[in-house]
């Protein structure tokens, strides 16, 4: 689940890496992943790439005047090898093949095809959907008080931090460790924060996304592996004792996503009603 952390060093070892580099040819084997018919992706045919970027988590593959926006959604990764993917690697969405022999390339593990690619005129970036509806970005945080205004909103934490809308990066792998940071219950309204709250939640902001990154300046070589190793301490580790007071992480399952915390520090020695537990225990 590529978050804000995982998507900059993606950006970072990607334009290192192509940087300079010759456009030979682009294409799209994942029919549905290419979002956008003008200008065609060949257009980058011929051109040189001037880097990568993160803009919340979209990587912005930039070519002069034109720029592909890559979003991973949940399984997609963009990687670049030495050498062209075989046609029969059922994993590639889009191909951007350099005149060195090496391939920038877009893959998705799964069957489900929702990773995408735009290829837009630079100077429209900023006003795609993708882009426009975007909050600022969690890292580095906004001030405190631009922070409190934004999320001054009655509802949940859990799904407010992860509301690219609200504030941009946050997933649901970083909103856990965010929240057992900052000691704030998932539950808590935005609207219901006090001044010591926002100040934990804009430390947190900064030391977690922060660490993460240096984390993985340390870590991650040139090559961006298919599994980025996330240094997480609550997130996916129900059942586990918290790294800080030794109380059992406790989980809650929704349909498609887990989320964690720390009883004892986060919901005032409560364990909340995990949903799926009560659904089979009826
Ligand atoms: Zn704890």
């Known amino acids: ?142 001030a405190a008080d631009e922070l409190a205004k934004l999320l001054d909103q009655p509802r949940h934490l859990h799904p407010l931090l992860r509301d690219q809308r609200t504030i941009a990066g946050i997933g649901r792998s970083w909103v856990d460790e965010l929240l057992w940071t900052a000691r704030l219950s998932p539950f808590q309204k935005g609207s219901e924060l006090d001044d010591d709250e926002i100040e934990a939640l804009h430390t947190a902001m900064d030391e977690v996304l922060g660490g993460a990154i240096a984390h993985y300046e340390g870590v991650v070589g040139a090559t961006i592996p298919d599994k980025m190793p996330m240094p997480l301490k609550v997130h996916r580790r129900a059942g586990e004792d918290c790294p800080r007071c030794g109380a059992r992480i406790e989980a809650i399952h929704f349909k498609d996503y887990v989320m964690c915390y720390c009883p004892e520090e986060q919901t005032g020695g409560r364990v909340l009603k995990d949903r799926r537990l009560s659904r089979l225990l009826k």
Do not use: C, N
């Open 1 to 142: 689940m590529p978050e804000l952390p995982e998507v900059e060093i993606t950006a970072r070892r990607l334009s290192a890496g192509v940087a300079g580099a010759r456009v030979e040819s682009a294409l799209a084997p994942g029919l549905v992943a290419l979002k956008t018919f003008d200008p065609p992706l060949d257009a980058l045919a011929g051109r040189e790439l001037d880097g990568v970027r993160r803009i919340g988590k979209v990587l912005a593959v930039e070519a002069g005047d034109l720029t592909l926006l890559v979003h991973l959604m949940s399984a997609g990764r963009l990687q670049l090898f030495d050498e062209r993917a075989s046609l029969r690697d059922r994993a590639s969405r889009v191909l951007v093949r350099l005149e060195d022999g090496r391939e920038l390339r877009l893959r998705e593990f799964g069957t489900q095809q929702r990773a995408w690619a735009k290829l837009l005129q630079a100077d429209a970036v900023a006003g795609d959907d993708a882009v426009a509806t975007l909050g600022p970005d969690a890292y580095p945080p906004p």
